[in-house]
Structure formats: structure tokens, C-alpha cells
């Protein structure tokens, strides 16, 4: 079985049946184009967004509830803030807010479930009931009541999803390290003598990373639906910083005269979710390709 790094599987296997069965998607290609669109806007927000200067508590009272126009696209909101800026900068932010989430879940949830997979006995049971715990709580619900004990602000944030995201790959990471325990190549490994963390991290881990790459994909756009989830209830991001979920929930207050204020905002966040769900619906269908 391959078991080199997936990132550099995908890029090996460019021609391949892996590659071909990814673009013969019409919608893992519309995936994979929503992605880039959205990183590029995000990446070069200052030089692509018309109103830059609109990122902060500066606006133009002259232009205020403008709706959409030759000058402003998706219209102004009530302090005469170009909609369209601001929403590309609170895409900047939610990818920032998802890349720290996963970046600190997934190595804890891989790790919790590598080490409970592999050893078994109490500390199976132990890490496993732990995670179950918090498995057992709704998402949101725990994210709010950390937020709850907390000043509503960026960090905060993050680390209130933070800590309901890592169970998820802590059990995905168990499940697949309980099958591979039993592979071949895993009891070859112990009987030449291999330490366990040669075993976990070299030899198991590597089987994983297809199933946690394409996780990762999917929970970008989970995670931004839960900060902004948590942001329209006001327990997230708070203004004047450019939220999608701060942006929705105050645009409703001048529903339906408006409309642009919660709609563009809306569709952004639909828009971002739906991107990621398809590009890793089609990396899964490339892996499993793969075989």
C-alpha cells in the first residue's frame, strides 16, 4: 500500500485514473474553481476590492443603504460601506479563522485517535470516552457556552470551535487505525522491533492522511459556518471587523427594504460552504480512485 504524503500523491498522479475521475466531475471542477476564486480574492483583497478604506469604522455618510449600483455592486451598508469590500475581507477572515481552527484540531484529534487506536485496553477506553463526551454535546451548543465564559472576540472564537472540532478527527483517525492494525505491513513492523512511534507516525498514519486531507476539505467551510453561526449570534467577531455572520445578522434588521444588506452576505457565506464541500467530495472520489 502507498504510504507517501497525499499532497505529494495528488501531484504524482496528475495524469492518472485519480486526476481524470476529479475533472470528469462537472462539480468537483466547480468545487475546485469557487476555492481558488475565493483564496485569490481573499489573497489580494486590498488590490481587488474597490474600497478598500471601507475595512474599518470609515465610511461614506452620503452613500448610506445604497443599493447595488454601477459604483457599488452589492450596494452599501448603513454607514455607506462598500458591501462587496467588506465581504471579500470577511472572507479573509474566515479563512484565517479555519486554517487556525484545523491547524490546531487536527494534529490533537490525529493524534488522540492514533495513540487510542493503536495501543487499546484503558488508554483506548480512556481517550475514547473523553472524546465521546464532547461528541455528545450539539457543536453550536458548546461553542456557545465556552463563548459564554468568554469575551466575545476573534481568539476566543476560534478557540471556542477549536474545542469541539478535534473530536471529529480523533474518532475518523481511531476507526481507520483499528482496521490497519491488523494489516501486514503492522505486524511486520512489530516483529522486527519497531518503537510505537515509529509504528503510529511512520507506518499507520500515512494510511490516514487520505481520509484527514479530505475532511480538512470538507470542515473548511464547517468551521466558517460555525464562526459565522456564532457572529450572528453575537457571541463572535464583533464590528466594526468584516464578519459574514455579523454582516447577515445586522443586515436583518432592515429586511426587506434592504435586502442587499443580508442577501450578499448570505450568498457569500452559501457560496464559500458550498466550494469546499465539492472540491472534497471530489479529492475523496480521487483517493478512492487511487485505490
Request: negative net charge; contains cysteine; charged residues 10%.
Amino acid at each position: 500500500m502507498d504510504r507517501s504524503l497525499p499532497l505529494a500523491r495528488l501531484f504524482r498522479l496528475a495524469s492518472s485514473k485519480a486526476w481524470a475521475t476529479f475533472f470528469a466531475n462537472p462539480l468537483s471542477v466547480l468545487g475546485l474553481v469557487i476555492v481558488l476564486v475565493i483564496l485569490v480574492l481573499s489573497v489580494f483583497a486590498g488590490v481587488l476590492t474597490p474600497y478598500p478604506e471601507h475595512v474599518g469604522p470609515v465610511g461614506d455618510f452620503s452613500a448610506m443603504n445604497a443599493p447595488p449600483d454601477g459604483a457599488y455592486w452589492f450596494g452599501t451598508d448603513t454607514m455607506g460601506r462598500d458591501l462587496l469590500t467588506r465581504i471579500v475581507y470577511g472572507y479573509q477572515l474566515a479563512l484565517i479563522m479555519a486554517a487556525v481552527v484545523l491547524s490546531i484540531a487536527t494534529p490533537v484529534g490525529v493524534v488522540v485517535g492514533l495513540v487510542a487506536g493503536y495501543k487499546g485496553g484503558w488508554v483506548d477506553y480512556a481517550l475514547m470516552r473523553i472524546t465521546d463526551i464532547f461528541l455528545a454535546v450539539p457543536p453550536l451548543v458548546l461553542a456557545m457556552a465556552i463563548m459564554g465564559f468568554l469575551q466575545p472576540t476573534l481568539m476566543n472564537g476560534m478557540l471556542a470551535i477549536t474545542a469541539m472540532w478535534w473530536p471529529w478527527y480523533a474518532r475518523l483517525v481511531y476507526n481507520v487505525t483499528r482496521a490497519e492494525t491488523q494489516e501486514g505491513y503492522v505486524l511486520a513492523a512489530e516483529t522486527v522491533g519497531a518503537s510505537t512511534a515509529h509504528i503510529i507516525f511512520r507506518e499507520i498514519l500515512p494510511n490516514c492522511l487520505p481520509s484527514i486531507v479530505t475532511k480538512m476539505t470538507l470542515d473548511v467551510g464547517f468551521v466558517i459556518l460555525m464562526a459565522s453561526s456564532l457572529s450572528f449570534l453575537g457571541l463572535g467577531v464583533q464590528p466594526p471587523t468584516p464578519d459574514l455572520g455579523s454582516m447577515v445578522a445586522e443586515g436583518a434588521k432592515y429586511m426587506p427594504s434592504s435586502w442587499w444588506l443580508t442577501v450578499w452576505p448570505a450568498v457569500a457565506i452559501l457560496v464559500v460552504v458550498l466550494g469546499f464541500n465539492l472540491l472534497g467530495d471530489g479529492l475523496r472520489e480521487a483517493f478512492e480512485a487511487e485505490g
